[in-house]
């Protein structure tokens, strides 16, 4: 299947450097001040081009604390007057998730500008109504893959744009710790929407086919620990084991590649990938046994630098500037999308006991509970060199530009 490209606008760099003047503030409110929403409020509130204007939380004790921050804030308990009577050009929804789509409804239906936290909502239907309702609106609809904006996974995207790694062969990436266990969602819908949006991004095409296993171990049917395969066109492929039960704190990912690898590990605060000039080749011809050798290339290693700036204030600042210069985000509504019908795919598997869930059209997702053989029915080649991944294409080649 291929993956969806915003047909309408023109894409906005991340870092916003082509905004020449400043224009009147975007007025913005946040929909939830738990643990998120107070990193989104401290970011939009340094942007010079926003004023933070209210904030909404059904739970007053959570109003009181952000009156005792940021005093200038509006508090407010309705969602209805905050959507209706505070005068925003865009909301901010970091609640929990199943209350992301009616919010984002209302919030488009009221003709807000609006930011989704990850994952965008509980079904792909949620985000197609979403999506559609925002273009014929023609209002700015983001979701935040915040690791999108990280400088670490931007390099991994320059690296590989650049056919440095030769042709991915797989990306594995754990994501581990002790909790936060949620209520409403498995630990597949909390923490494996960073690492879809990484991988897809990377790959810059949709999957095949998802497989996925997990166990309930603490609260009944809410998985807290997933393992999910995902097969890609040509037989690359990608793992993600996701865990609230890991006695330490793991965040690292795999990318092989044909002529390199990467290691990227989100929790060291400096050198975060580090890139190995290693690979394994086999002899073009040998007559015997004995001239069959393979050959093991072992290079150098190499820490390239990255910028170190908040990925979030880098996706607030993209949000904004998409509002003011009329442009789709880099993660707009139809990536939020794609990534949830990954997710719909994988709870299906789970379901099936991790029996692969086939991808069907692109209108909705077909079960089909065979093996993935191999994958040659789907396996085409993929139309794009190994320059440029055809998805993401607009958006990070603009990313770089700028960068
Ligand atoms: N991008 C990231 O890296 C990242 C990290 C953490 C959480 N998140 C996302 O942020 C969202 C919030 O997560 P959290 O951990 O802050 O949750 P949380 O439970 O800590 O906070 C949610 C807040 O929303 C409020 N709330 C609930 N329903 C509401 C409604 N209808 N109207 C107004 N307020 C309402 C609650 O009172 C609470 O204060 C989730 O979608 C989560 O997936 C994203």
């Known amino acids: 299947m291929k993956a969806i490209v915003h047909p309408l606008r023109k894409f906005c760099a991340p870092d916003g450097n082509h905004l020449e003047t400043m224009k009147k503030p975007v007025t913005v409110g946040v929909m939830g001040f738990g643990y998120w929403g107070p990193l989104l409020v401290r970011n939009f509130r340094s942007l010079p081009d926003c004023r933070l204007k209210a904030v909404c939380d059904l739970n007053t004790e959570r109003l009181k604390h952000i ?24 909301v901010v929804i970091a609640t929990p998730v199943k209350s992301h789509y009616p919010l984002a409804k209302a919030s488009l239906l009221a003709g807000k500008h609006t930011f989704i936290e990850k994952p965008m909502a509980t079904s792909s239907q949620e985000c197609e109504e979403l999506i559609d309702i925002a273009e014929r609106k023609g209002l700015v609809l983001m979701v935040d893959h915040t690791f999108l ?112 690898m990467i290691v990227y590990d989100d929790l060291r605060t400096r050198e975060k990938i580090r890139i190995y000039d290693v690979r ?85 997702p077909v079960l089909a509970p065979v093996p993935i053989g191999d994958g040659s029915a789907h396996s085409r080649k993929p139309k794009r060199t190994r320059r440029g991944p055809s998805r993401a294409r607009n958006g990070v080649a603009t990313l770089f530009e700028n960068a």
Not at 69 to 83: A, K, N, R, S, V
Not at 211 to 230: K, Y
Not at 290 to 306: M, V
């Open 67 to 90: 009156s005792t921050l940021y005093p200038d804030i509006e508090g407010m308990t309705q969602p209805l007057q905050f959507l209706n009577g505070s005068s925003l050009d865009a």
């Open 280 to 364: 394994v080749e086999r002899p073009p011809h040998y007559d015997t046994f004995a001239e069959f050798q393979y050959s093991y290339h072992y290079g150098d290693s190499y820490i390239p630098h990255l910028q170190q700036e908040e990925p979030l204030t880098l996706a607030c600042r993209h949000f904004i500037d998409c509002i003011e210069t009329n442009s789709a985000p880099m993660t707009s509504g139809r990536q939020g999308l794609e990534l949830i019908r990954v997710l719909e795919g994988a709870s299906a598997s789970l379901k099936m006991n991790g029996a692969p869930f086939i991808f069907g059209s692109p209108n909705g």
């Open 149 to 260: 904006y990280s400088a670490p996974v931007r390099k991994i995207v320059e690296i590989v744009q650049a056919g440095d790694l030769g042709d991915i062969r797989y990306i594995n990436s754990r994501r581990l710790n002790l909790g936060l266990f949620q209520k409403d969602i498995n630990v597949a819908w909390d923490l494996a929407p960073h690492d879809i949006s990484i991988i897809l991004h990377i790959l810059g095409e949709f999957p095949v086919a998802v497989n996925c296993q997990g166990n309930a171990h603490v609260t009944p049917q809410v998985e807290d620990v997933t393992n999910m395969s995902l097969l890609f066109p040509h037989k690359r492929f990608a793992t993600i084991q996701s865990s609230w039960l890991e006695p330490r704190k793991i965040r690292e990912m795999t990318i092989v590649g044909s002529q390199r």
